[in-house]
Nanobody, 125 residues
Framework: VQLQASGGGLVQAGGSLRLSCTAS????????MGWFRQAPGKEREFVSA????????VYADSVKGRFAIARDNARNTVWLQMDSLESEDTAVYYC???????????????????WGQGTQVTVSS
């Protein structure tokens, strides 16, 4: 399984970015997907997740109302739309694929076996 993340960059506070993650190597539509991030000197933290069907989503409190996750199973792609970006959002963002098929949504990194390479998001204040 391979996950390829893209879309990071440098943006001013208040701006927007859209991250993309394209998967290959298994039936994408059977697995939940998540986004996590890691800032310098901090542990990796949960950002958002979406179930295999796309029906359910969950967000970290810190991004709720500003970020939106979506997926297109026909394109094997999941997106993270990030609006009203803040300097505290600066981090490397990772997409992740759930270990088990058709399970309920999870915030826990241990439930994700497959990880993309990360894409840097830098928000200048």
């Amino acid at each position: 399984v391979q996950l390829q993340a893209s879309g990071g960059g440098l943006v001013q506070a208040g701006g927007s970015l859209r991250l993309s993650c394209t998967a290959s190597g298994r039936t994408f539509s059977n697995y939940g997907m998540g986004w996590f991030r890691q800032a310098p000197g901090k542990e990796r933290e949960f950002v958002s997740a979406i179930t295999w069907s796309g029906r359910d989503t969950v967000y970290a409190d810190s991004v709720k109302g500003r970020f939106a996750i979506a997926r297109d199973n026909a394109r094997n792609t999941v997106w993270l739309q990030m609006d009203s970006l803040e300097s505290e959002d600066t981090a490397v963002y990772y997409c992740a694929g759930a270990t088990l098929a058709r399970r309920s949504i999870s915030r826990h990194p241990d439930d994700y076996a497959y990880w993309g390479q990360g894409t840097q998001v830098t928000v200048s204040s």
